[in-house]
């Protein structure tokens, strides 16, 4: 299986300011043919479900607000959350999605 | 709407079972693989199983391999889990998801919890 393990488990931002979060891969996510790397990024807020912010490591779903941002290929990736709001507090989880069984790193606890 | 709605998550004894529903709306159920991930209180996403549309091609994580059992009925919308034989480690809010075409999970539930206990 590949483990996701990201880093800080915690951090804590103050408002308008930066946060990043690193989501490192045990063996590669970059499917050559396509050149595509299949990580996706989700927000979970207490009490609610995940909510997908980013996926192909890159790309934006839509809707969600441009402060969002990730990069990052092959086993490296962030996401940045480039001006924090406090609607921004929450765990933040990354997952490959290019073998099964699908892995989720262990979550990171964004705070003000 | 597009929304997944679970039910059937219950109080249960070890070694006991318990049968999930997840109902879909608002989109074409038969055309998404869909998948269980289930939440420990107080703890990370954990993927459970996942069933191709067509309900051809079926796979679960080792942790659950012949105990539970995901199912789909596309004339009803709706995605199942049986759980058998369930453990107190099975103790989690559980989810279903949409897969994407690209594959990856672009809707969720908002979940229905899991307890084993005596």
């Known amino acids: 299986d590949i483990v996701m393990t990201q880093s800080p488990d915690s951090l804590a931002v103050s408002l308008g300011e930066r946060a990043t979060i690193n989501c490192k891969s045990s063996q590669s996510v970059l499917y050559s043919p396509n050149n595509r790397n299949y990580l996706s990024w989700y927000q979970q807020k207490p009490g609610q479900p995940p909510k997908l912010l980013i996926y192909w490591a890159s790309t934006r779903e839509s809707g969600v607000p441009d402060r969002f941002s990730g990069s990052g290929s092959g086993t490296d990736f962030t996401l940045t959350i480039s001006s924090l709001q406090p609607d921004d507090v929450a765990v933040y989880y990354c997952q490959q999605y290019g073998y099964t069984p699908r892995t989720f790193g262990q979550g990171t606890k964004v705070e003000i | 709407e597009v929304q997944l709605v679970e039910s059937g998550g219950d109080l249960v004894q070890p070694g006991g079972s318990l049968r999930l529903s997840c109902a879909a709306s608002?989109?074409?159920?038969?055309?998404?693989?869909m998948h269980w991930v289930r939440q420990a209180p107080g703890k990370g996403l954990v993927w459970v199983s996942r069933i191709k549309s067509d309900g051809s091609i079926i796979n679960y994580a080792e942790s659950v391999e012949g105990r539970f059992t995901i199912s789909r009925d596309n004339a009803k919308n709706t995605l199942y889990l049986q759980m058998n034989s369930l453990r107190v480690e099975d103790t989690a809010i559980y989810y279903c998801?949409?897969?994407?075409?690209?594959?990856?999970?672009?809707?969720w539930g908002r979940g229905t919890l899991v307890t084993v206990s005596s």
């Open positions: 998801a949409r897969d994407t075409a690209s594959w990856y999970f672009d809707l």
């Open positions: 608002g989109f074409t159920f038969s055309n998404h693989w």
